[in-house]
């Protein structure tokens, strides 16, 4: 943020709608200029989420086939949740890894925070890389089981072209880990 760049004034917010998971809220603004705007933002769980990219010997990126309820498709992506209260990101990380895709890591790599859509919703997301994985496996909260896809680390570009590889947090979540494991490689 620059100097000129003042943050607008909330003058009210009001909760317009609600869900099990979000609550909308509608944001009254006023700007340094004093243009007055009204907003619609979402507001979920503020204890953030996790995306994994585990990668297993050096040679296979572990993905989940899952079902996505917006697409009505299933969707090939990497082991993502909530941060449960109370867990730490590398903890909540590791769990998800253990209940999406039977793998434990020893060694978990923050690679950066994102944000989801942040003109409509406060919630981040940390990209974790896991290696030096391991079996294990809890109990998840899926409906039904995640199909495990190994999919080799060297043709990590191939993935780009598969319709069911889709969802804008994995595609970033592979360039990020790419860069971190192949950075000669990376785009």
Do not use: C
């Not at 944001?27 to 953030?48: D, I």
């Not at 899926?142 to 896809?149: C, D, F, G, K, Q």
């Not at 993935?159 to 860069?179: H, P, Q, T, W, Y």
């Amino acid at each position: 943020m620059t100097e000129r760049q003042k943050k607008p004034e909330i003058l009210h917010t009001e909760v317009v709608a609600h869900s099990r998971l979000f609550q909308i809220e509608q944001v009254h603004l006023r700007f340094s200029n004093q243009e007055e705007r009204h907003y619609e933002r979402m507001k979920g769980a503020s204890r953030g989420a996790v995306m994994v990219v585990p990668v297993l010997n050096g040679e296979w990126l572990l993905l989940g086939s899952e079902y996505a309820a917006g697409t009505h498709n299933y969707e090939l992506g990497f082991p993502k949740g909530l941060i449960d209260p109370g867990e730490t990101a590398a903890e909540a990380a590791n769990r998800e890894l253990q209940e999406e895709i039977g793998y434990g890591a020893r060694k978990l790599t923050k690679l950066k925070e994102l944000s989801l859509a942040p003109g409509y919703f406060a919630s981040k997301m940390q990209i974790f890389l896991a290696e030096d994985l391991y079996e294990s496996r809890l109990e998840g909260d899926e409906p039904e089981p995640i199909e495990l896809v190994p999919w080799p680390l060297e043709r990590w570009q191939e993935l780009l072209d598969m319709n069911d590889f889709s969802e804008g947090r994995s595609v970033s979540a592979l360039f990020l880990a790419i860069k971190q494991l192949k950075p000669t490689e990376s785009p």
